[in-house]
């Protein structure tokens, strides 16, 4: 009977994918473990989380490749709920974020992210790689005697030192000579191996609490089903919802251009809102993407959803059969891991875009990232496309101008050049001599572009002016639809069905 071989193609495939997997899965411990503390959890909590989100995310998603769980991101929103309710209220919180992400993604709001300028997505991956890059010296700190916070120092701190420099040497030689292996996994273990071998006393990942559980089981959130329980948690929800996506969607904008593929937005939010739902139903704490852990995964080649199966199925067996072991990996080696992945990240290209771009892109890009780092995702994102829509508005405002003279007939015939919307409406204004001008006033709007319900008042606006100043005003090459909208101006608007052009505008009139 003959048997059917792999062949060695898809073979490498599945290897690089199942070694990626391990791989993340090892860097994933530590910050799941971390998240969990922030948000005033237990360890576990932020485990299955991981354990749960990758899985659901990696199966289902719309952007294979890309991994999820636990985020410091949501970690700090989720503190205060808990400190102040409990955390069944967090469990109650993450069900409803979850179904706000499910409305989200039937609601095909996905592709809007596609909206986002690149200059924010700049500033939106280099905050991450310093965030990602500073929030490693919190494992630098200890507890004295006196039950305060210290920083390490003397021998515990050069050890630690040289066993980061001794990982990020791994990580970042061993592909020159093979890349059979993922270098980081080689350099976990190899650290780790070091470490027990000369029996150096160093920070572990035990030393952040036991990753030991058994499988999750299911249960409701213990909390009264009230109103007033959805008056406390529906603020958390919606915002958890909100970071929750934008990380997520940026980070597969990010995996998109890195590899030059597709990923489809909608479905990966709505597998985010079921995993988030299921993870909270099973103890866990609720996840969206991980930039860290992503750019771990991609950068080993692993493309596939099976890497982030992978990820979840090495989690749980962690935490069923190998705590004790994973228990004993330095802490020193996952910080090396996110040292690289930090540096990785971080768009170094960007330094040398200083007097090569507008200034309002470095501005927005160095917004961007400064409110990441010192404030909270979301609101960088938020305030970040705000600001490119207004530089934007203002830079268009200011490029609307007319060409005037009189024809034969002497009338007076304005050409008006530009974009007509909110922002330009004061210049448009500004341009025309209604007390000078002849009897007969003509606007040519062939090479203007009628943008919003603001210049549709504004033409109106204008129309009554001429009209007060008994002046006739006729408005050419201006489309059917504005002409629908106008009302002063209707009675003298002089209609070409052959030039005129057919484009629509922005406004809730026309549907």
Not at 321 to 340: D, H, Q, T, Y
Not at 361 to 385: E, H, P, Q, S, W
Not at 497 to 503: A, G, M, R, T
Request: proline share 4%; hydrophobic share 55%.
């Amino acid at each position: 009977m003959l048997s059917i071989q792999p062949s060695p193609t898809r073979f490498d495939e599945i290897k690089v994918n199942l070694l990626s997997g391990l791989t993340v899965a090892l860097a994933m411990v530590p910050e799941a473990i971390a998240f969990a503390l922030i948000a005033h959890v237990s360890p576990l909590t932020g485990l299955y989380a991981a354990v749960l989100v990758s899985f659901i995310t990696a199966a289902f998603g719309g952007r294979p490749g890309m991994i999820s769980g636990a985020a410091g991101a949501l970690a700090v929103v989720m503190v205060a709920l808990v400190v102040q309710h409990g955390v069944q209220y967090l469990f109650a919180t993450i069900v409803l974020m979850g179904l706000l992400q499910i409305l989200f993604a039937v609601a095909k709001l996905g592709k809007f992210i596609r909206m986002v300028p690149h200059p924010v997505m700049l500033g939106f991956v280099n905050g991450l790689a310093i965030v990602i890059f500073l929030a490693q010296f919190g494992h630098f700190k200890t507890t004295n005697a006196d039950g305060g916070v210290v920083w390490i120092t003397g021998s515990a701190l050069y050890v630690m030192i040289g066993l980061i420099a001794a990982t990020m040497a791994i990580i970042y030689v061993l592909p020159r000579f093979t890349k059979a292996v993922p270098s980081t996994l080689v350099a976990i273990i190899a650290v780790t191996l070091s470490v027990i071998y000369f029996g150096l006393d160093t920070k572990t990942v035990g030393d952040l609490g036991s990753i030991a559980g058994g499988l999750p089981s299911f249960h409701l959130p213990q909390v009264p089903w009230t109103l007033e329980t959805l008056y406390i948690i529906f603020p958390y929800a919606l915002i958890l919802a909100a970071v929750g996506l934008i990380e997520t969607l940026l980070t597969l904008n990010l995996i998109d251009e890195m590899t030059d593929t597709r990923g489809r937005p909608n479905k990966e939010a709505l597998a985010q809102g079921a995993a988030n739902i299921i993870t909270a139903l099973f103890g866990g704490m609720g996840g969206c993407a991980m930039i860290g852990q992503s750019m771990i995964n991609i950068g080993n080649g692993a493309l596939q959803r099976l890497s982030g199966i992978a990820t979840s199925l090495f989690l749980l067996s962690f935490i069923l059969f190998a705590s004790r072991w994973i228990e004993m990996i330095p802490l020193a080696a996952l910080i090396g891991v996110m040292f690289v992945v930090a540096e990785k990240t971080f768009e170094w290209g960007t330094l040398q875009l200083f007097g090569k771009v507008p200034k309002q892109d470095i501005f927005v890009g160095l917004l961007v990232g400064a409110v990441t780092i010192v404030a909270d995702l979301a609101i960088a994102v938020i305030a970040g496309v705000i600001v490119s829509a207004l530089v934007f508005a203002w830079e268009h405002a200011k490029k609307i101008a007319v060409h005037s003279e009189v024809n034969d007939a002497g009338a007076k015939v304005y050409a008006l050049h530009g974009s007509l919307f909110f922002a330009s409406v004061a210049n448009f204004q500004a341009l025309f001599e209604i007390a000078d001008d002849p009897e007969q006033v003509i606007i040519d709007f062939k090479q203007a572009r009628i943008v919003d319900h603001s210049a549709i008042v504004a033409i109106d606006h204008l129309a009554s002016k001429y009209k007060a100043a008994g002046k006739t005003l006729h408005l050419k090459h201006l489309s059917a639809d504005c002409q629908e909208l106008l009302e002063n101006a209707k009675a003298v608007i002089e209609v070409n069905l052959l030039e005129d052009p057919k484009y629509r505008i922005s406004d809730d009139k026309l549907g």
